[in-house]
């Protein structure tokens, strides 16, 4: 078996999520359980339209889910802590020795680091659930790990960053060789790129300590899309720039340098909780698309686009308002997996 995690640009047989339900990440009022409610499944027709998508629902949100979602979304039930689909699913690859195989690999998933805050005994049952009912070959790992951190290419090359796959609170015995050989086991990576860090609210209370997919992706083999904090007002302007240049100082699988585009980031700079982490890297490519992150900010949203576009040719570019997500902890892509195509 030669199991490898296809770019996310390559074609998709469908989008799995996960619907929201009562718990932390909610909210405790009735408008701000609305609002996420409302969010998630924006997210969900705007993929819809380019693509299936499966929608996981706890069975108490069963009725919900059902006035919510159109009928052109397939919902499926399993019980849920939380509703982060990316993290918590399987991570699906391809097999390159038997054409037409998938696979899924479960991550062993702790909550993020296992924090006093986080439940998970439900949740880390969802990528076993999710590669079954996608009919993949279940690819179990001993690695605690979450989809959001890790962002490839699709020929070799991985991102990931220092303080989440060598975390004590997710992998306190692992080093970067032993790490580096289960990526290159369960995903095919032959060139994993160790960033330093994340993004600075990141590593607050109800952060993910660091997840990629909050600042760097690679839309095209040899581009890499980074995430720019122009305002030095924000701790995350001098964070940015520190990546940057780490970075500018890295190849791909195939020995090529970077050719880094910069995104910048929209205006603000903080809500009720400290600075913010609105990016417009955390997207989803879907067949013929991209759902980006939007922030109500009409200059800072449309170069966003603009930014997208460019580097995805040839897909249209949606916007959906992604502060509701964000103001939980992450965005677009944190919400979504992507599964994808093969030919049976």
Known sequence: MAWRMPAETAPH????????????TLGDDTASAEEAYAAWTAVAHAVAEFEPVTMVV???????????????IAQVEAPLDDYWMRDMGATFVLDDERPGI???????????????????????????????????????????????????????????TETVQLDPGRNPYA???????????????TKVIWLPRGLTRDYEDLGTRGHVDMFA??????????????????????????????????????????????????????????????????????????????????????AGRETLASVYPGRRVVTIDARPILARGGGIHCITQQQPAVTR
């Not at 005994?121 to 951190?149: P, Q, Y």
């Not at 190849?251 to 809500?271: C, E, K, M, N, Y």
């Not at 909780?273 to 992150?293: K, P, Q, R, S, T």
């Open 13 to 24: 047989d469908r989008t799995w999520m996960a619907f929201p339900r009562p718990g932390l």
């Open 58 to 72: 706890d069975p108490v949100e069963r009725d919900r889910a059902r006035r919510m979602l159109s009928a052109d």
């Open 102 to 160: 998938l696979g899924g690999v479960d991550w062993i998933f702790n909550g993020w680091g296992a924090p006093a805050w986080s439940t998970w005994e439900k949740d880390r049952e969802i990528g076993r659930f999710t590669a079954a009912g996608a009919e993949a070959e279940l690819i179990s790992s001993l690695l605690v790990n979450e989809g959001g951190a890790i962002h490839v290419d699709g020929e070799g090359t991985v991102l990931v």
């Open 175 to 189: 080093d970067k060789a032993r790490v580096e050989a289960e990526l290159r086991r369960t995903i095919g990576a």
């Open 217 to 302: 992706t690679i839309p095209s083999p040899g581009t890499l899309l980074l995430h720019e904090q122009p305002n030095p007002e924000h701790p995350d302007h001098d964070v940015m720039r520190g990546l940057r240049e780490f970075i500018a100082g890295t190849t791909d699988a195939a020995g090529r340098s970077w050719d880094i585009v910069d995104i910048p980031a929209p205006a603000q700079l903080r809500d009720d909780e400290g600075f913010v982490d609105w990016n417009y890297v955390n997207h989803l490519v879907v067949n013929g698309g991209v759902i980006a992150c939007g922030y109500g900010e009409e200059r800072a949203d449309a």
